[in-house]
């Protein structure tokens, strides 16, 4: 089912030759620009026209009424409300470990300046709801949007013919419990568009930012400027790296729980053991025709973006997951901890047998909203520090500016912005 690539003969390139999906963002743009136009152009009615095309329903409005978010929260199954509050608590306990706090510094006598911390004014966050409704995607944004101290939040996710154009209900539940109440039915890019312009119905935000497909990436980059964006979230994918002291029975089970995300989702073992590779093979046969999206997994782990790749040793291995550097990354080996203390790209790093990616996804305190397509080398997963902002406030006593004033001046004539200079001393010219 898993197709072999073998890197053992290799030293280097191995970014290009572990397989990724083929994603044209660019070609999408051709279909998204005139999206997005439309919205900014004629508003609400754009958005619930596009709404009607591609979801096939047109909600009466855009803005999801109370009465259906505290409807969804009484009707939600109470296991599926628990296991929301659980995900809510421990992702709530890291956004606050990592929420930074502003410094002032003295530079000199009388002179200071401060980082100071400021939470974003009005954030956007964008829930999928095509071939599963992603609650937990609610709770990933909105949480530490909520850490940071964002004042305004609104939550947009696609319309549902089944349920009256609205979102699924679950995901209605978890804005409720969440306290979000600013919801809109809206989808793909026409909800993105409607969340960076502004209608009638809502005001434009200052970030963007939650998953997608290919089409609301390309809306991303689109209107990346007129709102900023969190990334370019691609198709899932995973990587394993695995020695022979590995449980085949839980590698297998760990691809396909990615694999059934998505027909282009990537699934990629990384392992020096022929024996595991056959077990993991084994096993696949075995587990995927009892998984309900059977079809789906199979064409993501059929797919060339999708192999087990055979490498010299775990050294060989680290290697090539750093080029790679996988949304989720995998680390099943003798030394699991040893082993991810030395990796360096990847979204989010899963250590030993008892860490499975699903985890992540829901429950472990980490945000399952990561770099993909390689991004993990130079980018970061959602935090709370992607709805937040650094200011630089700068305090100087009249002594403390003419202690370094002439340096100032120096330096803008060398500049030649005299000008510069010349605000300066027009202070320091002053009787003392």
Same mark, same amino acid.
């Given at each position: 089912?898993?197709?072999?690539?073998?890197?053992?003969?290799?030293?280097?390139?191995?970014?290009?030759?572990?397989?990724?999906?083929?994603?044209?963002?660019?070609?999408?743009?051709?279909?998204?620009? =005139?999206?997005?136009?439309?919205?900014?152009?004629?508003?609400?009615?754009?958005?619930?026209?596009?709404?009607?095309?591609? @979801?096939?329903?047109?909600?009466?409005? %855009?803005?999801?009424?109370?009465?259906?978010?505290?409807?969804?929260?009484?009707?939600?199954?109470?296991?599926?409300? @628990?296991?929301?509050?659980?995900?809510?608590?421990?992702?709530?306990?890291?956004?606050?470990?990592?929420?930074?706090?502003?410094?002032?510094?003295?530079?000199?006598?009388?002179?200071?300046?401060?980082?100071?911390?400021?939470?974003?004014?009005?954030?956007?966050?964008?829930?999928?709801?095509?071939?599963?409704?992603?609650?937990?995607?609610?709770?990933? #944004?909105?949480?530490?949007?909520?850490?940071?101290?964002?004042?305004?939040?609104?939550?947009?996710?696609?319309?549902?013919?089944?349920?009256?154009? /609205?979102? +699924?209900?679950?995901?209605?539940?978890?804005?409720?419990?969440?306290?979000?109440?600013?919801?809109?039915?809206?989808?793909?890019?026409?909800? %993105?568009?409607? %969340?960076?312009?502004?209608?009638?119905?809502?005001?434009?935000?200052?970030?963007?930012?939650?998953?997608?497909?290919?089409?609301?990436?390309?809306?991303?980059?689109?209107?990346?400027?007129?709102?900023?964006?969190?990334?370019?979230?691609?198709?899932?994918?995973?990587?394993?790296?695995?020695?022979?002291?590995?449980?085949?029975?839980?590698?297998?089970?760990?691809?396909?729980?990615?694999?059934?995300? @998505? =027909?282009?989702?990537?699934?990629?073992?990384?392992?020096?053991?022929?024996?595991?590779?056959?077990?993991? @093979?084994?096993?696949?046969?075995?587990?995927?025709? /009892?998984?309900?999206?059977?079809?789906?997994?199979?064409?993501?782990?059929?797919?060339?973006?999708?192999?087990?790749? /055979?490498?010299?040793?775990?050294?060989?291995?680290?290697?090539?997951?750093?080029?790679?550097?996988?949304?989720?990354?995998?680390?099943?080996?003798?030394?699991?901890?040893?082993?991810?203390?030395?990796?360096?790209?990847?979204?989010?790093?899963?250590?030993?047998?008892?860490?499975?990616?699903? /985890?992540?996804?829901?429950?472990?305190?980490? #945000?399952?909203?990561? =770099?993909?397509?390689?991004?993990?080398?130079?980018?970061?997963?959602?935090?709370?520090?992607?709805?937040?902002?650094?200011? +630089?406030?700068?305090?100087?006593?009249?002594?403390?500016?003419?202690?370094?004033?002439?340096?100032?001046?120096?330096?803008?004539?060398?500049?030649?912005?005299?000008?510069?200079?010349?605000?300066?001393?027009?202070?320091?010219?002053?009787?003392?």
């Amino acid at each position: 089912m898993l197709r072999r690539l073998d890197l053992r003969d290799q030293t280097d390139g191995y970014r290009d030759a572990v397989p990724r999906a083929e994603v044209d963002v660019e070609h999408a743009l051709a279909a998204v620009v =005139p999206i997005c136009d439309d919205v900014r152009d004629r508003g609400a009615a754009a958005v619930l026209d596009a709404g009607e095309r591609f @979801d096939g329903v047109r909600p009466e409005r %855009l803005r999801v009424p109370a009465e259906a978010l505290e409807k969804a929260l009484v009707e939600v199954d109470p296991a599926v409300l @628990d296991a929301i509050d659980e995900s809510i608590v421990r992702l709530r306990l890291t956004c606050e470990a990592e929420l930074e706090r502003s410094v002032t510094v003295d530079v000199a006598p009388g002179a200071t300046v401060e980082r100071r911390i400021v939470p974003m004014q009005r954030v956007g966050l964008y829930v999928p709801g095509g071939l599963a409704p992603l609650v937990s995607t609610v709770i990933m #944004n909105a949480v530490p949007a909520q850490v940071a101290g964002v004042p305004g939040i609104a939550l947009a996710s696609p319309p549902q013919p089944e349920f009256g154009g /609205l979102p +699924h209900p679950t995901i209605l539940a978890a804005c409720a419990r969440l306290g979000i109440d600013e919801v809109y039915a809206a989808g793909g890019a026409q909800a %993105l568009a409607m %969340l960076a312009y502004g209608t009638e119905e809502n005001e434009a935000v200052n970030l963007v930012t939650g998953p997608g497909n290919i089409f609301v990436a390309a809306a991303k980059r689109h209107l990346q400027g007129v709102v900023a964006i969190d990334a370019e979230a691609g198709p899932t994918e995973i990587a394993i790296v695995a020695d022979a002291t590995a449980d085949a029975e839980f590698v297998a089970a760990d691809l396909i729980s990615q694999a059934e995300h @998505d =027909p282009l989702a990537a699934a990629v073992l990384v392992t020096d053991s022929l024996e595991l590779a056959a077990a993991v @093979d084994a096993e696949l046969e075995r587990q995927v025709p /009892l998984a309900r999206h059977e079809e789906r997994i199979r064409t993501a782990l059929a797919g060339q973006q999708s192999a087990t790749v /055979l490498v010299r040793d775990v050294d060989q291995g680290v290697d090539v997951a750093n080029a790679y550097a996988a949304e989720h990354l995998e680390i099943q080996t003798a030394d699991a901890a040893g082993v991810a203390a030395r990796i360096v790209n990847a979204g989010a790093v899963f250590v030993g047998s008892f860490a499975p990616v699903s /985890l992540g996804d829901y429950a472990a305190g980490s #945000n399952h909203v990561l =770099p993909t397509a390689g991004c993990a080398c130079h980018s970061s997963g959602l935090s709370v520090r992607a709805f937040l902002k650094n200011m +630089h406030v700068v305090t100087y006593s009249e002594a403390a500016l003419r202690d370094v004033g002439d340096r100032v001046v120096t330096l803008a004539e060398a500049e030649d912005l005299p000008s510069h200079g010349a605000a300066v001393t027009a202070r320091l010219g002053r009787a003392q």
